[in-house]
Protein backbone atom coordinates (compact mmCIF):
# COMPACT_ATOMS: atom_id res chain seq x y z
CA UNK A 1 0.00 0.00 0.00
CA UNK A 2 1.62 3.29 -0.72
CA UNK A 3 2.00 6.27 1.95
CA UNK A 4 -0.86 8.89 0.37
CA UNK A 5 -3.47 5.17 0.58
CA UNK A 6 -2.52 4.53 4.41
CA UNK A 7 -2.61 8.64 4.76
CA UNK A 8 -6.11 9.17 3.32
CA UNK A 9 -7.46 5.71 4.97
CA UNK A 10 -5.77 6.50 8.32
CA UNK A 11 -7.61 10.46 7.74
CA UNK A 12 -10.85 8.84 7.05
CA UNK A 13 -10.86 6.08 10.24
CA UNK A 14 -9.73 9.48 12.44
CA UNK A 15 -12.66 11.30 11.25
CA UNK A 16 -14.99 8.79 11.46
CA UNK A 17 -14.02 7.90 15.08
CA UNK A 18 -14.06 11.62 15.91
CA UNK A 19 -17.51 12.61 14.54
CA UNK A 20 -18.82 9.77 16.79
CA UNK A 21 -17.65 10.77 19.80
CA UNK A 22 -18.93 14.74 19.34
CA UNK A 23 -22.54 12.65 18.53
CA UNK A 24 -22.86 10.89 21.94
CA UNK A 25 -21.35 14.39 23.36
CA UNK A 26 -24.15 16.43 21.65
CA UNK A 27 -26.61 13.53 22.10
CA UNK A 28 -27.31 13.05 18.33
CA UNK A 29 -30.79 12.26 17.78
CA UNK A 30 -31.76 11.59 21.31
CA UNK A 31 -31.04 8.26 21.19
CA UNK A 32 -27.50 8.25 21.76
CA UNK A 33 -26.06 7.92 25.71
CA UNK A 34 -23.70 9.62 27.34
CA UNK A 35 -21.88 7.08 29.81
CA UNK A 36 -19.64 7.79 32.91
CA UNK A 37 -18.37 6.31 35.57
CA UNK A 38 -16.90 7.52 39.23
CA UNK A 39 -15.50 6.91 43.00
CA UNK A 40 -17.51 8.63 45.74
CA UNK A 41 -16.58 9.33 49.34
CA UNK A 42 -18.32 10.42 52.07
CA UNK A 43 -20.47 10.19 55.67
CA UNK A 44 -22.56 7.64 55.81
CA UNK A 45 -25.21 8.77 59.51
CA UNK A 46 -27.16 5.26 60.65
CA UNK A 47 -29.92 6.99 63.17
CA UNK A 48 -29.23 5.94 66.73
CA UNK A 49 -25.18 5.63 66.08
CA UNK A 50 -22.48 6.44 68.16
CA UNK A 51 -20.34 7.41 65.45
CA UNK A 52 -20.57 8.22 61.83
CA UNK A 53 -19.35 5.53 59.41
CA UNK A 54 -16.84 6.84 56.58
CA UNK A 55 -18.48 5.66 53.54
CA UNK A 56 -16.94 4.99 49.96
CA UNK A 57 -18.17 3.74 46.65
CA UNK A 58 -18.72 3.63 42.58
CA UNK A 59 -21.14 4.94 40.67
CA UNK A 60 -21.86 4.87 37.19
CA UNK A 61 -24.56 5.76 35.05
CA UNK A 62 -25.47 7.07 31.20
CA UNK A 63 -27.04 10.63 30.76
CA UNK A 64 -29.55 9.90 27.48
CA UNK A 65 -30.57 14.04 27.30
CA UNK A 66 -28.97 17.25 28.57
CA UNK A 67 -31.12 16.78 32.10
CA UNK A 68 -32.23 13.22 32.14
CA UNK A 69 -30.39 10.09 32.72
CA UNK A 70 -29.97 6.71 34.72
CA UNK A 71 -27.15 6.16 37.40
CA UNK A 72 -26.32 3.23 39.82
CA UNK A 73 -23.95 3.08 42.96
CA UNK A 74 -22.09 1.22 45.24
CA UNK A 75 -21.39 2.33 48.93
CA UNK A 76 -19.93 0.39 51.81
CA UNK A 77 -19.02 1.91 55.14
CA UNK A 78 -16.19 1.22 57.50
CA UNK A 79 -17.09 -0.59 60.81
CA UNK A 80 -18.21 2.20 63.63
CA UNK A 81 -18.88 2.68 66.70
CA UNK A 82 -22.87 1.83 66.98
CA UNK A 83 -22.31 1.69 71.04
CA UNK A 84 -19.92 1.22 73.50
CA UNK A 85 -20.62 -2.42 73.13
CA UNK A 86 -21.20 -2.48 69.61
CA UNK A 87 -20.04 -2.24 66.18
CA UNK A 88 -21.96 -1.74 62.81
CA UNK A 89 -21.11 -1.38 58.95
CA UNK A 90 -23.28 -1.35 56.43
CA UNK A 91 -23.27 -1.60 52.00
CA UNK A 92 -25.93 0.14 50.04
CA UNK A 93 -26.66 -0.76 46.08
CA UNK A 94 -29.18 1.41 44.41
CA UNK A 95 -30.17 2.10 40.71
CA UNK A 96 -31.63 5.90 40.29
CA UNK A 97 -33.37 8.00 37.26
CA UNK A 98 -31.90 11.18 38.15
CA UNK A 99 -32.41 15.16 36.69
CA UNK A 100 -29.76 17.51 35.89
CA UNK A 101 -30.34 21.72 35.59
CA UNK A 102 -27.60 23.84 34.38
CA UNK A 103 -27.50 26.44 36.39
CA UNK A 104 -27.50 29.64 33.03
CA UNK A 105 -23.81 31.77 33.15
CA UNK A 106 -22.42 29.50 35.72
CA UNK A 107 -19.61 27.95 33.87
CA UNK A 108 -20.27 24.51 34.20
CA UNK A 109 -22.43 24.45 37.96
CA UNK A 110 -25.43 22.03 37.54
CA UNK A 111 -28.39 21.27 40.58
CA UNK A 112 -28.71 17.63 40.58
CA UNK A 113 -31.93 15.14 42.17
CA UNK A 114 -31.98 11.17 41.96
CA UNK A 115 -34.99 8.88 42.60
CA UNK A 116 -35.03 5.44 42.98
CA UNK A 117 -34.52 1.74 44.59
CA UNK A 118 -31.93 0.83 47.34
CA UNK A 119 -30.77 -2.16 49.26
CA UNK A 120 -29.37 -1.11 52.63
CA UNK A 121 -27.92 -3.55 54.20
CA UNK A 122 -26.41 -2.73 57.88
CA UNK A 123 -24.54 -4.85 60.21
CA UNK A 124 -24.29 -4.59 63.86
CA UNK A 125 -22.27 -6.30 66.08
CA UNK A 126 -20.67 -7.35 69.78
CA UNK A 127 -17.69 -5.74 70.13
CA UNK A 128 -17.27 -8.36 73.55
CA UNK A 129 -19.35 -11.44 72.14
CA UNK A 130 -18.71 -11.22 68.10
CA UNK A 131 -23.00 -12.05 68.45
CA UNK A 132 -24.29 -10.23 64.89
CA UNK A 133 -27.61 -8.65 64.34
CA UNK A 134 -28.29 -7.57 60.95
CA UNK A 135 -30.93 -5.52 58.90
CA UNK A 136 -32.22 -5.22 55.52
CA UNK A 137 -34.31 -3.24 53.04
CA UNK A 138 -35.28 -2.49 50.04
CA UNK A 139 -36.93 0.69 49.34
CA UNK A 140 -36.97 4.60 47.52
CA UNK A 141 -33.75 6.01 48.29
CA UNK A 142 -32.79 9.56 46.48
CA UNK A 143 -30.51 12.67 46.85
CA UNK A 144 -30.13 16.05 46.30
CA UNK A 145 -26.58 17.90 45.39
CA UNK A 146 -24.49 20.39 43.44
CA UNK A 147 -22.43 19.64 40.88
CA UNK A 148 -19.55 21.58 38.30
CA UNK A 149 -18.36 20.58 35.35
CA UNK A 150 -14.71 20.87 35.43
CA UNK A 151 -13.71 19.94 31.70
CA UNK A 152 -16.12 18.74 28.93
CA UNK A 153 -15.40 14.94 30.55
CA UNK A 154 -15.11 15.52 33.84
CA UNK A 155 -17.42 16.35 36.89
CA UNK A 156 -17.64 16.64 40.59
CA UNK A 157 -20.56 16.42 42.77
CA UNK A 158 -21.78 16.88 46.62
CA UNK A 159 -24.79 14.95 47.71
CA UNK A 160 -27.14 14.74 50.46
CA UNK A 161 -28.39 11.28 50.27
CA UNK A 162 -31.17 9.15 52.03
CA UNK A 163 -31.51 5.36 52.36
CA UNK A 164 -34.40 2.69 53.12
CA UNK A 165 -34.81 2.25 56.81
CA UNK A 166 -33.88 -0.58 58.16
CA UNK A 167 -35.38 -2.87 61.05
CA UNK A 168 -33.12 -5.06 62.75
CA UNK A 169 -33.19 -8.77 64.16
CA UNK A 170 -33.99 -6.59 67.64
CA UNK A 171 -36.76 -4.81 66.23
CA UNK A 172 -34.89 -1.33 66.22
CA UNK A 173 -35.58 0.91 63.47
CA UNK A 174 -32.90 2.67 61.75
CA UNK A 175 -33.14 5.68 59.31
CA UNK A 176 -30.16 6.15 57.32
CA UNK A 177 -28.49 9.25 55.32
CA UNK A 178 -25.60 10.12 54.30
CA UNK A 179 -23.51 12.97 52.37
CA UNK A 180 -21.11 12.35 49.05
CA UNK A 181 -18.63 13.70 47.54
CA UNK A 182 -17.91 12.09 44.10
CA UNK A 183 -15.99 12.93 40.95
CA UNK A 184 -16.89 10.49 37.51
CA UNK A 185 -15.31 10.75 34.16
CA UNK A 186 -17.70 11.00 31.17
CA UNK A 187 -17.09 8.83 27.74
Known sequence: MKTLQKTLLALAAGTLMTAGA???VTYGNGMTAQPYIGAKVGQYDLDGAKDKGTSYGVYGGAKFTPNFGLEAEYL???DED???TRE???DTYGVYATGDYAFPNTGGLY???RLGIAK???DVKGKATGIEVSGSETGVA???GL???VAPNASIEAMYNWYPSIETDLGEDLDASGVTLGAHLKF
Do not use: C, I, P, R
Open 147 to 149: GFN
Open 120 to 122: NEV
Open 88 to 90: YSA
Open 76 to 78: TTS
Open 111 to 113: GKG
Open 142 to 144: GGL
Open 22 to 24: QAA
Open 82 to 84: FSN
